[in-house]
């Protein structure tokens, strides 16, 4: 079945840097759209960042020019790079799929993994 884990989230001062990586399995990588969404407290879940399978990009204003999707096929994983970070991205960060091919924007998305917490904070 359709399976991610999601990892490299952790503490980290504002305006710092991290990438964090979400490793498939079930389902073959390259033939769909995979998204990573973060929910932070008291928030609703929301899209931070979603690629198709031709590699089309969709980012949310909030992260627009400080974050970076990318796929690894071959490895089965998706990365998220996160530059210039700010406290009000603290949250749990997810990935997930709607084993569809293209973003949609990041909605309607269905199958998701654990999230990974990332803390912004000095």
């Known amino acids: 079945q359709v399976q991610f884990v999601e990892s490299g989230g952790e503490l980290v001062h504002p305006g710092g840097s991290l990438r964090l990586s979400c490793a498939a399995s079930g389902f073959t990588l390259a033939q769909y759209a995979i998204g990573w969404f973060r929910q932070a407290p008291g928030k609703e879940r929301e899209g931070v960042s979603c690629?198709?399978?031709?590699?089309?990009?969709y980012y949310s204003d909030s992260v627009k020019s400080r974050f970076t999707i990318s796929r690894d096929n071959a490895q089965n994983t998706v990365y998220l790079q996160m530059n210039n970070l700010k406290p009000e991205d603290t949250a749990v960060y997810y990935c997930?799929?709607?084993?569809?091919?293209?973003?949609?924007?990041?909605?309607?998305?269905?199958?998701w993994g654990q999230g990974t917490q990332v803390i912004v904070s000095s």
């Open positions: 690629i198709s399978n031709d590699g089309a990009t």
């Open positions: 997930a799929t709607d084993l569809r091919s293209s973003h949609r924007y990041c909605s309607g998305y269905k199958y």
